[in-house]
């Protein structure tokens, strides 16, 4: 047995709307890897009584369980429609939730390094992006829908494909927004130059750091979960621009290493990298603090 076959997958043959037949340890070693983190998830998002973690990541985790389970459904039962279905929507809009917890750890992040460096609030941030992230899933998962009701009636799956497409692509839009504002605020707080006033800004004692070494470690746990989906939503765009005929979609080995195995570490990722235990606890006392800070600047 060589290096090759142990990671090649199954030959491409015009069998089944895949135009191959998955692979069937990968799809069961799938299903057990994201069948762990999401158990860690929800059991860490409960020690540390972070809800917020039950509908983004832990959810994502279920949704990439379901689409994966599918696929291990095909990879037995090929020519099936109903499970190629469920694994157009599972892992489609899987790993949404999962940037709209980033997007909430960052809101969280800013609020200790101090607002006053972000474009803006921590309240506004996270609102603002998780509703246009609940929009994406919302497209994204139309379009699985009309795809796959396409694919049950035997008729043209453009209309679902270029529906997924545009969710997807809005999702690449707002990673990049993200990213852009996450990184503009980091150099503020690096060159202390605020992008407003506040009140009671944050002093810091002599000899401490801004950014503590916890929420470095989560900062970069974040950039690289990010940049994972970030990788992985390029891969899908590109895969449905191709078409539902074209090499990049009948190529098992990319979905599995750009899909699969990038959604993997993302979802990993947040694991080992936790907010629950490399973010603190909101304040009752500060956010009230800066609720009114966000009242006061939002009035001039």
Known sequence: MTLGSVFATTTPVSVGPYHYVPTEWICV?????????????????????????????????????????????????????????????????????????????????????????????PRTYTILFCCFDIVCLIVQAVGGASAAHSAN????????????????????????????????????L??????????????????????????????????FCTLCVFIRSVYRTVELANGWNGPVISTERYFDWLDGGLVTLAIYTLNFFHPGILVKKDDPAAHASQQGSDEESSTT
């Open 29 to 121: 070693l799938f299903v057990v890897l994201y069948s762990i983190s999401t158990v860690l998830h929800l059991g860490q998002a409960l020690k540390y009584k972070l809800w917020w973690m039950i509908p983004t990541a832990t959810f994502a985790g279920i949704l990439e369980i379901l689409g994966w389970s599918a696929r291990l459904w095909s990879s037995r039962n090929p020519k099936l429609l109903t499970p190629y279905e469920m694994q157009i929507v599972g892992t489609i809009i899987a790993p949404t939730p999962l940037v709209a917890a980033n997007f909430i750890i960052l809101g969280r992040i800013i609020t200790q390094v101090g607002p006053q460096y972000s474009r803006l609030t």
């Open 190 to 223: 690096k060159h202390n130059a605020p992008f407003r006033y506040v009140e009671q800004p944050r002093i810091f004692e002599k000899g401490q750091r801004a950014v503590s070494k916890k929420l470095q470690l989560m900062l970069c746990g974040m950039a």
């Open 153 to 188: 009636t035997k008729t043209s799956a453009a209309m679902g494909a270029n529906i997924m497409l545009g969710g997807i692509a809005a999702q690449l839009f707002a990673i990049v927004v993200y990213v852009t504002m996450a990184v503009e605020t980091l150099f503020r």
